[in-house]
């Protein structure tokens, strides 16, 4: 069964409707979703269990969702700006 907007609020409350479409456009169902959002939770475990890596709509949900993921914008802001802070 494919995605709902309420499936992917439900799983990815910070989305906006962009976002949110674009999830919804991949043809994805809830299974996948869950599956992307745990290879972003933590992929060691998953490739440790022999899991392969995501590919298809799984892969294309993991791209959506790691945009949503703010810790990965502060450390790429935090380590651009830090040399120039220190010249500063």
């Known amino acids: 069964m494919q995605l709902t907007r309420e499936d992917v609020a439900r799983a990815v409350g910070a989305a906006d ?17 869950t599956e992307a959002q745990a290879w972003l939770a933590n992929d060691e475990p998953m490739m ?3 899991r392969p890596l995501a590919t298809g709509r799984v892969r294309e949900l993991v791209d959506i ?4 993921d703010p810790s990965d914008d502060e450390d790429e802001r935090g380590a ?3 040399p ?3 010249q500063a």
């Open 65 to 68: 969702l790691s945009e949503l």
């Open 17 to 33: 409707d962009v976002t949110i479409a674009q999830i919804i456009g991949t043809g994805a169902t809830v299974e996948e979703l």
């Open 48 to 50: 440790n269990a022999g």
């Open 80 to 82: 651009s700006s830090s």
């Open 84 to 86: 120039a802070a220190e």
